[in-house]
C-alpha cells in the first residue's frame, strides 16, 4: 500500500473504533502476551499474596497482568470478563467455580482459555488450579471438636454468589453431623469478609443463653475481627474463648493471639495457575486440574476444653 | 455495506491484527472509559483500602478499573504504562511522583490525564491527590521525641525509586536534627516491605551497645513484623520499647498492642483521585492537586518514656 492509502485506511480503521493491537510480536502471533484476572475484593489481602505470586511467573513467562475487582458482583464480573476479552486478554483467571452458564458458554464461543482458582474442581470441564475448601474446612473442624468444643458458633462470608464460602460452611456442617449434631444447634451468621463484620458477629454470638466456647470463622479477616472484639469485651482468648480462621494470610501470624487457620498454599497456587495458563494459551496441554494440599496452623488462639 | 462486503472488511482487518473497541460508547465519544492504575505492589494492604475506593468511585461514574503491579520496578512501570495506554485506557492512577522524566514525555505527548496518588506535589505541573509524607513523619517523630525518646531506630523501606520511604525518612531526620541531635546517632536499615524484613531488622538492632527506647518503622507491614518478633524475643511492647508504624492499614489495628502510626485517608484519597481523573479526562478542569490532611493514631505501641 501506498502511504496515503494507508492514511486513507487508517482513518476509515479509526472512524469505525478500531484500534491497533498492541505490538508487532502481538499482531503476528495473535497474541497480546497480556493475562486478566479478576478477584472478588482488593479490599483486603485475602488475594494478594497469590496474586503476586501469579503475576510473577508470568512476567518470567514474558506475559503481562491486569487485574481487576468485581466486588463480590456477579453481574460486574461478567462484564469484567467481556472487558478483558475486548482489550485482548489471551486468557483469564477467576476465582471460584460459581457463575452463570452464559458466562462460561461466552469464554468457550470466544476461545479463552481460562482458570478457575481458589477452588478444586476435579472431573470439571474447567481447568482449575486450588484446593477443596469443604474438605479442607472438615479438617478444621473435626480438630476443633476431638479438642473437646460442643459449643460452636460459626461467623461465614455471605454464601450467595460465593462457592468458597458455601463449601466451608458445609464443611463444619459435614464434621458436626459426623459427630451426632445437630444442625439446629449449630448458630451460623452470615456477613462480609470484614474485620467490622466480623467483631460485630462476636457481639452478637456471645449475648447467647448457651455461649460458644469456640467461634469458627469463615476466613481470617472475619477471625481478626473477633480477636480484638473479644480483647475489647473483656473476654481473653483462648482461655474463655477460642477462635479459628481460614487462608493464613499475614494477618493470621500477626494478631494475638495468633489464630489457628486453615493454611493455603498463596504461593504454589498462584505460580501453578500461571503455569497452567499459559499452558492452556500455547495449546500445550489439555485442562487439566490441579488440587493443591492444605494444611492446618495450629496457633494459640485455639485452646483444648 | 452488505454483509458480505462487511465480513471481508472484518477478515482483513482481523488478519491486520486490529481488534474492535470495547462498546458503542467508547467508539462515539473515542473514550474506552477504562482506566488504568499501576501500584508497586499487591503483596501487602497498602494500596488495598485507597484503591478500592478508587474502583468503587470509578464504576459509579461509569468507568472501569485495570490494575497493574510494578513490583517497585521503574522499568516494569514504565512498561505497564505503555501496555495500559495501548489498551485504551483514558486516563492513569500513578503512585509516587519519582519515575523517569521519558516517562512524563510519553503520557504528554499521547495526551493521556494522569493522577499521582499518596503523594503530594503543589506547584507540580503534575496532578495529584495525595498528602505530605515529610511533614506527616515529622509530626509523628515530634511527638515521639516530646515524649522523652532520645534512642531512636529507624527501619525504612528501600529508598531507590521510592519517593515516599524517602520523604517519611526525611521527616524523621527533620525531627531529629531540629531537636539538637546528629544524624549520626540515627540508626536506619533499609528493607523491603515485608513483615519479615521487620522482623530480621528489629534483631539487629536492639544488638546495638546502646539499646533503642523505640522503632519507626517506614509503614505498618515493617511494624507488625517488629511487634511479633518482640513479642517472640521476650520484649514487652511499649515497655520495654515502643513502636510506630505509617498508612493505618487494617493490619495496625489489629496487631497487639495496637499501632501507633500516621493515619492515612485511604478512602478519601482513592474517591477524590478518581474525581480529579474524570475531571481531567472529560476537560472539565486544569490540573490540580489535592493535599489532604493526615493525622497521627495514638495507640498503645508507643509509650512515654
Known amino acids: 500500500m501506498s502511504p496515503k492509502t494507508l492514511a486513507k485506511v487508517m482513518e476509515a480503521v479509526e472512524s469505525l473504533g478500531y ?3 498492541f505490538n508487532a510480536r502481538a499482531m503476528a502471533a495473535k497474541q497480546s502476551h497480556t493475562i486478566g484476572a479478576i478477584i472478588p475484593t482488593m479490599e483486603n489481602a485475602i488475594f494478594a499474596r497469590g496474586l503476586q ?26 462484564q469484567q470478563i467481556r472487558e478483558l476479552v475486548a482489550r485482548g486478554a489471551d486468557g483469564l483467571l477467576l476465582i471460584g467455580y460459581e457463575r452463570d452458564e452464559a458466562v462460561y458458554e461466552y469464554l468457550a464461543r470466544r476461545g479463552i482459555p481460562t482458570v478457575l482458582a481458589w477452588a478444586s474442581i476435579p472431573d470439571s ?5 486450588g484446593f477443596d475448601n469443604r474438605a479442607a474446612m472438615r479438617l478444621l473442624a473435626d480438630k476443633v471438636i476431638d479438642m473437646g468444643h460442643r459449643q460452636i458458633a460459626v461467623i461465614s462470608g455471605i454464601l450467595d454468589g460465593n462457592d468458597r464460602a458455601a463449601e466451608r460452611l458445609a464443611g463444619i456442617q459435614d464434621s458436626w453431623q459426623a459427630h451426632g449434631f445437630h444442625l439446629n444447634d449449630l448458630p451460623i451468621i ?19 443463653d448457651v455461649k460458644p466456647t469456640v467461634i469458627m470463622c469463615g476466613n ?14 473483656g473476654f481473653n482468648v483462648p482461655d474463655d474463648i477460642s477462635v479459628t480462621g481460614f487462608d493464613d494470610i499475614e494477618l493470621a501470624k500477626h494478631v494475638f493471639p495468633a489464630l489457628t487457620t486453615v493454611h493455603v498454599p498463596h504461593r504454589q497456587m498462584g505460580r501453578v495457575a500461571a503455569e497452567s495458563l499459559i499452558d492452556l494459551i500455547e495449546n500445550r ?18 485452646q483444648r476444653l
Open 220 to 233: 481470617d479477616v472475619l477471625a481478626a475481627g473477633v480477636i480484638s472484639k473479644a480483647r475489647d469485651l
Open 53 to 78: 505470586a501469579f503475576q510473577e511467573k508470568l512476567l518470567e513467562k514474558g506475559y503481562n497482568l491486569l487485574v481487576s475487582s468485581s466486588a463480590y458482583q456477579p453481574k460486574l464480573e461478567a
Open 19 to 21: 484500534t491497533p493491537n
Open 190 to 208: 452470615q456477613t462480609p469478609y470484614e474485620t467490622e463484620s466480623g467483631a460485630a458477629a462476636f457481639e452478637q454470638l456471645v449475648q447467647a
Open 285 to 302: 496441554v489439555e485442562k487439566v486440574s490441579h488440587q493443591l494440599d492444605i494444611s492446618i496452623e495450629m496457633r494459640a488462639s485455639l
Open 125 to 129: 470441564e474447567h481447568a482449575s488450579v
